[in-house]
């Protein structure tokens, strides 16, 4: 049986052909099993680099959601990351790194800050089906894409709010009210930690995912982590098969309540970090 079982074709591909050629119907057909042989190799590197067993619902959503970033990129632009090898990589596969921190941890709550086309949140989403999930994003063509892709895959529990972080970070509702607040490539740490941490409740944690800087933006952002109320807890080295960059997850544990006047107004924490701010604006 293959990863889509019982002999089914992926989603939304036609099971009869009546209106193509030979020819036609062969290229059809190889271009779905290239598809399929795609699924598999990662669910392969997902077990060999996460131990991360990926069912064939996970994997058919998956495949949608790579066609819908396809269609919607070469209309409007979404990502850098356009190829069917390099969004199950570079986009998938690396969201789903963040078990690396994640795993054996409360993940009823997440919200992913800077979503931009749905990473890390909606991959997570689709390993934790039952995780309530906020998505934050405020450029229109990318939350749109976002909601478009939550109604394809029927994805419940799953809020689009396209919205500044630091708004959101003000609202009662949001308010130190995740277990996991994430974000990826959105800005430097000590920015990054002022959209993140007022999200974040007691005991949960902040999940920065960043590149071979990581380590000194942590160390950079030390002032800014301990002012919000978190604790810098670890910095997990990633290595995705195929990408010579090395990644780092930051996790910083929220400990305390962050002051009342964070996050500042819009633009103000990218304007003024809080690692250059020796005192209370």
Known sequence: MGVFGGGRPPPNTPTSLPHHGKSQRAEIFLAQAIIMCDMRELAQQARTVLGLQLTRAQLRALERYEQELMVWNARVNLTAIDTPENIQVKHFLDSFTCLLAMRDTPVERVVDVGTGAGFPGIPLKIIYPSMQLTLVESVGKKASFCRHIVK?????????LQK??????????HRQQYDWAVARAVAVLPVLVEYLLPLVRLGGAALAMKGESGPAEAHAGEHAIRLLGGHLSQIIPVILPGVQDQRHLVVVDKVAATPDQYPRKVGLPAKRPLSNVKAHP
């Open 164 to 173: 500044r972080a630091e708004v959101v970070g003000a609202m009662l509702e």
């Open 152 to 160: 394809i895959l029927g994805l419940e529990k799953v809020l689009v």
